[in-house]
């Protein structure tokens, strides 16, 4: 696990080995590290105790995944402990936060109500079976990375989709969310309407709720399952913004709203 620390701490770094720790090398990065500049996350997960007597169904849902992708959705951790980052977004929205809120903070709190707002959207477009089809107006993003377009031939551009070259882009809610079309733009603009939000409400924002679009799907073709006598063990490489409790939620039929879930031994 790469960490970036404050400059000022580098004379200490080799004072923090311990019990669970240990630096194995040090070095300055050549440019400014901001949030997001991360390639992905390499993960070996142990679910103890996991129940043998499910063992089949459990590989043939690992199986699922590995063929037909994840949903992305933001994991219960993106919100806060009980929601309380959510719920701080909610008021810097309304315009009630503290006016002395820091700057990085006021936008990861906009940041979760939007990433909230997206959950909502991908958990609408599962429930109608919308999940793997695609609709006139789409944003779709090229897989699995590249730019964004609107969807003309639905035809052309699902078989597109099965085959892996794009994915739909699913709104990030912002003042400059590139635009969906037709009926796509029509269902999300009822996300807007119900929870009675606009793209002028976020604009007042600036650049702190831009906007933007993200993957309702990732392919993850290398995730592995095997049983070990603690446990299934899940190995896999998310890409970044890509959530493993939502892929332990998939796998385990289960929230996942605690570290005593499941035991990631690494992350890189």
Known sequence: QWVSVPQEAEARLSRIDGEGIRVLRTSRHTNKLKPGHLRGNHFRILIRDANRAHAQE???????????????????????????????????????ASKRIRPFLFKFALSAVQSFLFNDYLA?????????VVLPGDVMLKW????????????????RFDTRETVMGGPMFGS????????AATRE?????????SPATFARFGKLAT??????????????????????????????GS???VLLQEVMKAPTDSAEDGDAEDAD
């Open 211 to 240: 906007g933007t679009r993200r993957h309702n799907l990732v392919y993850i073709d290398d995730l592995m399952a095997e049983w070990e006598p603690d446990g299934l063990r899940l190995a896999l490489t998310l890409p970044a």
């Open 176 to 183: 400059r969310t590139f635009p969906a079309a037709g009926l």
């Open 144 to 159: 699995p990375f590249g730019g964004m377009f609107v969807v003309e031939d639905v035809a052309e551009e699902q078989r």
């Open 58 to 96: 459990a590989l043939q849902i690992v199986e699922h995944l590995r063929r037909q992708g994840m949903p992305n959705f933001y994991g219960p951790q993106r919100f806060g402990r009980e929601n309380s980052t959510l719920e701080l977004g909610w008021r810097c929205l309304a315009g009630t």
């Open 243 to 245: 959530y493993a409790t």
């Open 189 to 197: 603009h009822a996300i807007l309407q119900e929870y009675q939000l």
């Open 124 to 132: 609408r477009r599962m429930r109608d079976g919308f999940l793997r």
